[in-house]
């Protein structure tokens, strides 16, 4: 801060005399000064009385009217208020005060040069000591002075207070900000906290759920390399037995040739004998070059018709129709028509299910809580059946599990699993039409582990609905149900029977498989006779089983699609039945459209992904 400039509120010179360039006297000095003066005026008259009372010299004593006198006044240059102002921006303000520290006394100064500096107050007879106005005037100043000392005290305390106060709200202000901006920042570091804690929440769950998944998948892995080697174990077992068949067929067919040929020898021997013999022989020669011919070219027919032999063959021993009578409940005569094998097979497979259930009588199903809760568990993945690769692996590898718990009789979940299967057809068309080949691939999976199981579940089949063996019985067993009820079961059995038959699993053995189901086309095609429940059976067989078997079997699939349209169509519209209008055409639509040329729905299991399942 610069220096103050004080100026006095009259010339800087007068007569010679200078104002005293520091007027911030106090009372003891003006009284000092007050009393030299008052000395050097007596001094400089002779002529004057010092006793005698003279005016006084114009300090104000608050009587009368008096000349108005201004104190010294302040002046602060304009540079030093800019760096006051600047240097009060961080500190508090001290206000700066104008005012009247003490008014100073008129003097009137002689202008004669003789005087050398002498005062002259206008008045010889002016004496200092004898005016009364001077020590009031001083009581004044002094009051005065007190009180500004006072004011500008408390002014500066206030400042100071309301700097103070200032300086609060400030740091006040600051620190809310401060408390805001940390509550902020902790609210941010919450939520980062958070993110991170879920995100790693989430991040455990996929490992978890990955963990899961390769855990599940390498059980299936090593259930599904099981079932391929024992597949691949029967299939060694079945390969070694057709060879050794073959190779005694073959040992056979050549003794049998060698012995033809050692025959044909001893008649030429014989023919060379004679004269007469020798024409003979002759004739034999060219006898023997035509059977040669002949010979080669059956061979030829033999082994380009080989499917069509068998075809023929089997339809032969499909002929020999057997019809069994019999008395039924209501006293009517009942007639069974059937092939011999069809009904001789069907006693065998029923004979191992009267064994099976002969052995589960001495279990106690009935009261025994633990095989009904494997029962429940059984019946339970039967119905979970859907049309997906990993669900038909899961099922079947958990049923197979449930069948070898050693808990449970292996007999009993057997007999289980073979009758909640079938029972799946029992007013269920729509599902199993759906699910069919799923489940048809699921008994495979699970009778390649208990081979008992086919035989089971074909004689559940077989007591369920007469036309899987095949056979017809007349009158139809549905006399105590609704014609309508019946033909829908008979659909629901022939639609799972005829998925079951076309199933191939690679590496996997059907013990009931392709060539099962030719057989049952030919066996039905001449033993049964066309009626309304027999035609509902046969388009259901063919809607499923179709396909695979055209692929197999090719023209010959086709002979048997015309005998079915030049023979069986004809003895059902012979009926005259107006009922049967619906499937006669439903058949006539399929033979017409080539529909064994479209792959059914559900025949290719779809490839759900495992995630999903999760």
Known sequence: MGAVSLELPCPRKFNGVVPDPEPDWTLDTLVVELNALELKLNNSSPARNPLTKSKCLGISTGKGKER????????????????????????????????????????????????????????????????????????????????????????????????????????TASALLRVERQMNARKESDRRNDKQYQRRIAEELDNHLSAIQRDHERLSLIEERKIRADAASEEAKRKERAQYEEKVRQEKAKAEADARLKAAKAAEEAQKATEEAQKAAEEAQKAALEAGKRAAKEAAEKQANESQRKMKEEIARSKELQSVKSIGKSGKEIIVKSSEAALKLEEERLGVYKKIVEMNSLHDLGSNKAFQSYGRQIARRVKQISGTIENIRTKASDL???????????????????????????????????????????????????????????????????????????????????????????????????????????????????????????????????????AVALLAFLKKAGFALFRKYKAQFRKILSIISREFLVELKSLSDPQLNQVIMAIETYLANNQFLQQPEGWQPEAGLLSKIY
């Open 400 to 534: 197979v599990k449930i069948i070898n718990d050693p808990l449970c009789p292996q007999s009993l979940s057997i007999s289980m699993f073979a009758k909640e299967v079938v029972s799946l057809c029992e007013d269920q068309t729509m599902r199993i039409a759906s699910t069919a080949f799923a489940c048809a691939r699921v008994i495979v999976l699970v009778s390649s582990q208990f081979p008992v199981a086919m035989d089971l579940v074909l004689a559940e089949f077989h007591r369920a609905c007469s036309y899987t063996v095949p056979k017809h019985i007349y009158p139809s067993e549905s006399g105590l149900q609704t014609r309508e009820v019946y033909l829908e079961r008979v659909e629901g059995y022939m639609t799972l029977y005829a998925a079951l038959v076309q199933t191939e699993i690679n590496g996997v053995r059907n013990f009931h498989g392709l060539n099962e189901g030719w057989t049952w086309v030919a066996r039905f095609l001449n033993t049964i006779p066309a009626s309304s429940s027999s």
């Open 68 to 171: 108005k006198h201004t104190g010294f006044v302040m002046r602060v240059p304009e540079d030093d208020v800019e760096d006051v102002d600047s240097k009060a921006e961080g500190h508090s303000v001290c206000t700066l005060r104008s005012g009247t520290r003490f008014t100073g006394v008129e003097f009137e100064f002689s202008d004669s040069d003789d005087s050398e500096g002498d005062l002259n107050l206008g008045t010889p007879e002016a004496d200092l000591m004898d005016k009364p106005g001077l020590v009031e005037g001083s009581l004044f100043e002094s009051m005065r002075e007190s009180q500004l000392r006072i004011e500008e005290e408390i002014w500066n305390r206030f400042s100071a207070i309301e700097a103070d106060m200032r300086n609060i709200n400030r740091n």
